[in-house]
């Protein structure tokens, strides 16, 4: 009896298993082969290049920030808001010149070089603030938009600061890690003000 339950139950699995493995439909990911990305002439062949590119990317970011929160700041109405927002945008000031320090240290003028994923982040934010009434719910749209601007200077700065380790580059370490300080701050804080009124009065 057990013998034969067994090797039904075994003749009645092996199909379905067979059905359920049906082939891959192509897509237009599938049709379209990956091909590898032909690299500009003055692309960066060694770390110290890729490092310096990053320095000039977050450069130009950083000054794009000092523009972009004032803005920020006037449409926020949450005291809370507001006051970290200002009191980033001194930090933001300070970023820039930290990174000027940084150019310094490797010998390099400072030169930016245009960010599209921070021009993507801050058209984003304006977006939210045309997309929101003024009040609870905008404040709640600024904060989303500010923290993934956090986010994204974190990474950076994490990334930089990597490379400027492996590159010995102590100078440049020391000034990124204290920037990189305050951009998790400003995140933490950012998350404190959500968490505890913002999100709770969006909601009514
Ligand atoms: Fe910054
Ligand atoms: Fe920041």
Not at 1 to 30: E, F, L, N, Q
Not at 56 to 79: C, F, G, S, V
Not at 103 to 119: E, P, V
Request: one cysteine or more; glycine letters at 4%; hydrophobic letters at 35%.
């Amino acid at each position: 009896m057990a013998t034969s339950t067994k090797s039904t139950g075994r003749k009645t699995t092996s199909p379905k298993a067979k059905s359920t493995s049906s082939p891959v439909k192509k897509t237009s990911a599938t049709k379209t082969p990956a091909r590898k990305v032909l690299a500009k002439k003055d692309a960066a062949k060694e770390l110290i290049d890729l490092f310096e590119d990053g320095l000039k990317d977050i450069y130009w970011a950083e000054k794009a920030l000092t523009k972009a929160l004032p803005k920020m700041e006037k449409n926020a109405e949450d005291k809370k808001l507001k006051s970290a927002i200002a009191n980033h945008l001194a930090e933001t000031q300070n970023h820039v010149t930290r990174l000027e320090q940084c150019f310094s240290a490797l010998g390099k003028k400072a030169q930016a070089k245009k960010c599209d994923a921070m021009q993507g982040l801050l058209d984003e934010g304006k977006s939210i603030m045309e997309e929101t009434q003024p009040g609870a719910v905008r404040d709640a749209g600024i904060i989303a938009a500010s923290q993934k601007v956090e986010h994204y200077e974190i990474a950076t700065y994490g990334t930089l600061a990597a490379y400027a380790k492996v590159l010995k580059q102590n100078q440049c370490l020391k000034i990124l890690l204290k920037t990189l300080e305050e951009e998790k701050k400003c995140n933490d804080l950012l998350t404190g003000i959500a968490d505890t009124a913002l999100n709770k009065r969006a909601m009514k």
